[in-house]
């Protein structure tokens, strides 16, 4: 991991496991731990802490902290916990098993939206479902996945709101979960990529629900600052709907980023009404999935090259959402 000091307004940084067990939740809003084992959501020093099988043993844990910018009011809520400060919300919930978790995927978006509504954070901006064996048949023999997105997608049907920004990716153990971030004032903006069909618009032959996200949001300034902060939405080596350069993990790394560059671009964020742009060295607290571990030096070597040496960079050799993706790279502008 590539660490920097820098503040931004994104709230979010990554952290040792001994710096986060350090804070005793000062501060703190939520936090995932990307670590070698599993485990339901639970409590940290009264804060909502999610624990995800990313790393193999021996490999360090890296937690992601959401930051808190005031007192923290916490409290479950149909099988979610959550914290939230008068501005942001975090919720976390698991699902458990990931074969056939369609029907508990769909149960907890609509918990999750019925907590935002409630609680008055109307401005969701950004998902991550994590899926054990993403790729993998369930029972009825369709994949995990295809499952997870029909699940989702009933849920949107049932309690229509604008597609936030997200991630779908695979974990070595755990089942499947997700969390979630949404804002109580600051206006999102949803972007789609000009070199990609809308995943929500992927043709039938991917699944017969397509995935229920936008290719990235944008969340307003605070007042007093002139840039708002852009949550990049896993990206990977697809063209249009199509996966790209199959078996070709360096030319599908190159894919990825060029993706995310025209999608971060001033000309794109113009497109969608707003100002200013960013280039994939303003990136930051990135997070790449590799599928195949032998591709992680490849992979990081690419990366690296093109983010700045202030980007926090966390790589994990997990699971793709389609078998023939071998890397996805997601992160925050500024
Ligand atoms: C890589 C893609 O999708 C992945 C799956 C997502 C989901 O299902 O929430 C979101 C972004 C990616 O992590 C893609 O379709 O381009």
Not at 3 to 18: G, H, I, M, Y
Not at 76 to 82: I, K, T
Not at 175 to 198: C, D, I, K, T
Request: aromatic share 8%.
């Amino acid at each position: 991991m590539l660490r920097t000091n820098e503040t931004t307004p994104s709230l979010c940084s990554f952290r040792t496991a001994a710096e986060f067990e350090g804070t005793a939740g000062a501060g703190v809003l939520g936090a995932v731990r990307h670590g070698d084992r599993a485990g339901p959501v639970r409590w940290e020093h009264g804060r909502p802490v999610l624990p995800l099988h990313m790393v193999r043993p021996g490999v360090p844990e890296v937690v992601e902290v959401w930051e808190a910018t005031g007192p923290v009011t916490t409290g479950e809520h149909r099988g979610l916990h959550y914290a939230h400060d008068g501005e942001v919300l975090f919720g976390a919930v698991d699902l458990g098993p990931s074969a056939g978790c369609g029907g508990a995927a769909r149960a907890a978006y609509l918990a999750a939206f019925d907590l935002v509504d409630r609680l008055g954070y109307p401005h969701l901006f950004r998902m991550w479902n994590v899926i054990e064996g993403i790729t993998a048949p369930d029972a009825d023999g369709a994949e995990v996945y295809t499952g997870f997105c029909v699940g989702r997608a009933r849920a949107f049907d049932e309690s229509p709101r604008p597609m936030p920004a997200a991630t779908g990716i695979g974990a070595l153990g755990g089942g499947a979960g997700f969390y979630f971030l949404a804002h109580r004032s600051r206006r999102a903006v949803h972007l789609e990529n000009p070199l990609q069909v809308p995943a929500h618009e992927y043709p039938e032959r991917y699944g017969p629900r397509s995935p229920s996200f936008a290719r990235a949001t944008w969340l307003e300034p605070e007042p007093g600052r002139d840039r708002g902060v852009l949550y990049v939405s896993g990206t990977a080596s697809i063209l249009d709907d199509a996966t790209v350069c199959p078996g070709d993990v360096v030319r599908q790394c190159q894919v990825t980023l060029a993706n995310i560059a025209a999608l971060i671009g001033p000309e794109n964020l113009a497109r969608h009404g707003l100002p200013g742009g960013w280039a994939l060295s303003d990136l930051r607290r990135v997070k790449v999935y590799v599928k195949r571990p032998g591709d992680v030096p490849v992979v990081t070597r690419l990366c690296r090259e093109e983010f700045s040496r202030r980007a926090e960079v966390a790589v994990f050799a997990v699971d793709v959402c389609r078998p023939d993706l071998l890397v996805e790279v997601e992160g925050i502008a500024p």
